[in-house]
């Protein structure tokens, strides 16, 4: 994961969520209002931000997926990354009901992807 580019992160986190029976639809590359993908299963549809950077995720991040729920008329937010968060994007995430999913939830997700390949 850590030799990937952003756009080969993104695919891998699509692949994940199709295998888990969600359907995936990928944003613009540019002008993506703030996610990268969109998820959706039954009458649930999330918007997400694919993070792929070394560096901690920032309350930016949140600030863009929120938009980007409201643009996107979703029901939920994620924040994906290969790393960690600032204690600052956490605070923010939880008050407007972002999930945030870090390196170890990311290992949980990949984990539960495996056992349907």
């Known amino acids: ?19 888990l029976d969600y359907s995936v639809t990928a944003t613009p590359a540019t002008d993506d ?29 949140i600030q863009e997926v929120v938009a980007a729920k409201r ?9 994906v990354t290969k790393n960690s968060s600032t204690q600052s994007a956490v ?5 407007n009901q972002v999930e945030l999913l870090d390196k170890n939830g990311l290992t949980g997700l990949l984990s539960r992807a495996r056992r349907w390949g």
Request: glycine share 8%; no cysteine.
């Open 1 to 19: 994961m850590n030799k990937m580019d952003s756009g080969d992160f993104e695919i891998l986190l699509a692949m994940v969520n199709e295998g």
């Open 91 to 95: 605070k923010l995430a939880e008050a």
């Open 71 to 79: 643009f996107y008329q979703a029901t939920g937010a994620v924040v």
């Open 33 to 61: 209002q703030g996610a990268n993908l969109i998820v959706q299963k039954g009458d649930k549809k999330s918007v997400v931000q694919a993070k792929r950077s070394a560096a901690p995720v920032r309350k930016r991040a």
